[in-house]
């Protein structure tokens, strides 16, 4: 693992959210700096950027805060295997096998509602085409 430091703009860069944002997921507890530096400036490493773009990847399917807490929290502890005995180790499985199938009807369900977007955009430029120029479309 890279124990290179980063500042909170770098990642902001990085992982394409505003300090703000990142701040908020500090302060809900989803992401704590690696460290502090003497200034008092938020230091991160790569592995805290890998767990603010799960979060970033997770937040357009729709999930709450405290569903990204409970999957990191399985992840966190899935990576910690010599914590984990094998029922822990199942169980903590389960559960992120739960957020992928979640994450799959999420995106089809995301696929269904482009589709129709797609089809009414075409709807409306067929419109537009069929009035021709200058003309507005018939009602």
């Given at each position: 693992?890279d124990?290179?430091?980063?500042?909170?703009?770098?990642?902001?860069?990085?992982?394409?959210l505003?300090?703000?944002?990142?701040?908020?997921?500090?302060?809900?507890?989803?992401?704590?700096?690696?460290?502090?530096?003497?200034?008092?400036?938020?230091?991160?490493?790569?592995?805290?950027?890998?767990?603010?773009?799960?979060?970033?990847?997770?937040?357009?399917l729709?999930?709450?805060?405290?569903?990204?807490?409970?999957?990191?929290?399985?992840?966190?502890?899935?990576?910690?295997?010599?914590?984990?005995?094998?029922?822990?180790?199942?169980?903590?499985?389960?559960?992120?096998?739960?957020?992928?199938?979640?994450?799959a009807?999420?995106?089809?369900?995301?696929?269904?509602?482009?589709?129709?977007?797609?089809?009414?955009?075409?709807?409306?430029?067929?419109?537009?085409?069929?009035?021709?120029?200058?003309?507005?479309?018939?009602?």
């Amino acid at each position: 693992m890279d124990d290179k430091h980063m500042q909170i703009g770098e990642v902001a860069a990085r992982t394409e959210l505003s300090l703000r944002t990142i701040r908020h997921y500090e302060e809900t507890g989803l992401v704590i700096p690696s460290a502090r530096s003497q200034g008092g400036f938020r230091l991160y490493t790569e592995s805290d950027v890998q767990r603010l773009m799960v979060i970033r990847r997770m937040k357009p399917l729709g999930f709450s805060l405290d569903q990204m807490r409970d999957l990191l929290d399985a992840t966190d502890r899935l990576d910690d295997a010599e914590s984990a005995d094998g029922a822990e180790r199942d169980a903590l499985l389960e559960r992120v096998r739960a957020y992928e199938q979640d994450a799959a009807r999420k995106i089809e369900e995301l696929r269904v509602q482009l589709s129709r977007a797609e089809d009414f955009a075409a709807t409306l430029r067929s419109r537009l085409d069929a009035a021709g120029p200058g003309r507005e479309p018939a009602t």
